[in-house]
């Protein structure tokens, strides 16, 4: 009970000096709510904003009065990312573009709805700016989209007539009443090919890998995202922890706790205590920012979230302790906490890539750097719980590894670790 006493009364000391030390603070908490907020708000602003951005400036020109030409300029028109200009003649539309006024110019010629009608080739002309190359490119694949459809129409329309005339059950009915059969009976084919479009017979559902429906890309990112930077930040008490052990022993506090007596592991055990829970305060934080901010999923097993939290927590601060143990001077202790914090996060998969893949899950070099390093398990370990809504069973073995990182960091730091300069 009395090593008990002493452990909580060296980690209560421990963190009073902590709250005194702003700038470690701001860097611990700040910092990393700052980058996590600029990476995640230019992700979810870009894909906000991507169906009702305009890519492209057009100018249109419409022969063709007739049904085909009306529905393919209705088309183009409802296009969100274009932002489309009817102009008069193609003459006119050529002057535009040669000018700059627009990337491209799409031309329906006026015998469009004929030559569909009559099943003969026709084509719709595309002008685009030579000084935007990009342009064509991706004007060309629009209007194939739309032609696409209109061609549909027309072969089944061709068909319908086709059919009809060759049956000859139209033979004495007006022109009318064949006009008006065979625009039913076209609507009606139309129509169900709709309904098969909507409802396909095979269909491809995303889940993951408990059989759930998976999320957007951005709802699988966003867990990436945060508990990464949130891992890599933890490890950021390594430099502090160590850098501040060193300074005790110059300043001959630690010599002075010995003369107590206070039996050293008693010092240590309540020194990892104290920055254990200034980990744990970091991370809760963290992921309480990105719940509230970002509506980032934090999964179905707080007691999962409370154990990856301490695993982390456990293991960044026996590092902390080891860095301490190995280094000579309290500057070489902070640099080199520093310096693996970057190191850990980069190679260790804290830092994404552009996508939702984890390190872990990677392959090649990023995946082998993953095992090998404690921040792969601890993000991995995060994301099972925030993204696959895994429980406690499925990061045992994360949690496993990272507890034996800690143990072996933890040992060798008691070995080394000198309480006299």
């Not at 990393?32 to 249109?60: C, F, Q």
């Not at 393919?72 to 102009?87: D, N, P």
Request: hydrophobic share 50%.
């Amino acid at each position: 009970m009395n090593n008990i006493y002493i452990i909580l009364s060296v980690a209560w000391k421990e963190i009073q000096l902590l709250l005194r030390d702003r700038g470690t603070l701001a860097i611990l908490f700040l910092l990393p709510m700052l980058i996590a907020g600029m990476i995640g708000g230019g992700n979810l602003a870009s894909v906000e904003g991507e169906e009702s951005a305009i890519l492209l400036s057009i100018y249109l020109v419409n022969q063709d009065k007739a049904d085909f030409g009306t529905e393919v300029s209705k088309a183009i028109r409802e296009i969100q990312q274009l932002e489309v200009q009817e102009i008069g003649s193609p003459s006119e539309a050529e002057g535009q573009i040669a000018r700059g006024k627009a990337a491209a110019a799409v031309i329906i010629p006026a015998d469009f709805t004929q030559k569909i009608n009559e099943h003969q080739p026709t084509q719709i002309e595309v002008i685009v700016d030579p000084a935007q190359p990009e342009s064509a490119s991706i004007v060309t694949g629009i209007m194939n989209q739309v032609v696409a459809e209109v061609t549909i129409w027309g072969e089944v329309q061709f068909g319908v007539r086709s059919v009809l005339e060759e049956s000859g059950i139209l033979a004495e009915a007006s022109p009318q009443e064949q006009r008006a059969i065979g625009a039913q009976s076209l609507g009606v084919i139309m129509t169900r090919i709709n309904e098969i479009r909507e409802n396909p017979t095979i269909a491809v559902e995303n889940v993951n890998i408990q059989g759930e429906e998976a999320g957007s890309w951005l709802a699988l990112y966003f867990p990436y995202l945060f508990s990464g930077i949130t891992v890599m930040f933890a490890f950021f008490v390594v430099g502090t922890m160590a850098q501040t052990l060193l300074n005790e022993r110059e300043a001959g506090t630690l010599r002075r706790l010995l003369a107590a007596p206070i039996p050293r592991g008693a010092i240590l055990a309540g020194k990892t205590l104290a920055y254990m829970l200034l980990v744990c305060i970091q991370i809760a934080v963290l992921l309480t920012f990105s719940y509230l901010a970002f509506n980032v999923m934090m999964g179905n097993s707080p007691l999962g979230l409370v154990l990856m939290t301490l695993g982390v927590a456990f293991v960044a601060t026996a590092l902390g302790m080891l860095v301490a143990a190995l280094s000579k001077t309290p500057e070489q202790a902070g640099n080199t906490g520093t310096i693996l914090a970057f190191l850990l996060g980069g190679l260790g998969g804290s830092i994404p890539l552009g996508s939702a893949t984890l390190a872990s899950r990677a392959g090649g070099l990023r995946q082998v750097l993953a095992a090998i390093l404690p921040n792969g398990y601890a993000v991995e370990g995060f994301y099972r719980l925030m993204a696959e809504n895994g429980d406690v069973a499925r990061i045992l073995p994360q949690l496993g590894v990272l507890l034996g990182m800690g143990v072996l960091f933890f040992l060798i730091a008691v070995w080394r670790f000198k309480f006299e300069a």
